[in-house]
């Protein structure tokens, strides 16, 4: 894993220990930061099961202003942070440990800045098993969570697609079983 373009272009990120984590392939990480490449300069990202801190991290590398990581599993939000530390870019992300959903429900919607970039890369089985609990969050992002003109990328199984109203897709790719939704507020 390594980030491929910007400020920290080829530099390695640590890999995850435990399987807990689904890094993202360079390939598909390219397809990707090839679409968001006009929202990302200047951005505040959301990376939620942020896992390495891969897409975050390649946000910050690429001109994001601010990048927040969420990541539940402690083996690789300890991974996630020897990443942002060997990046020497501290400064520039806020690392939130713990389960996402209790963030989120837990503080009012002016206590987080608005994200122009959210990436949500739930684990597969969480697509499945927490359905209610992801529909609620993209509730929550379509209000103040987000900006007006804020991007959420949703990867997921392709056997797993979920609406995510009041969210819209209004792009969609697909990768081998991994499919790429981006999504945006009504």
Known sequence: MRIIAGEFRGRRLLPPKTDATRPITDRVKQSLFDILTPYISG????????????????????????AVLFEMDRSAASILRRN????????????IPGDLFTYFWSRPSESAPPASLIFLDPPYQMVRTRQDDLRKLAQKWAGRHTTPEGIIVFRHATEDALDLPPLQRYDERTYGGMTIELLKKP
Do not use: K, M, P, Q
């Open 43 to 66: 951005a505040t990202v959301y990376d939620c099961f942020a896992g390495t801190g891969s897409l975050g991290l390649e946000s910050i590398s690429r001109g994001a202003e601010r």
């Open 84 to 95: 942002v530390d060997a990046l020497r870019v501290a400064d520039r992300c806020t690392i």
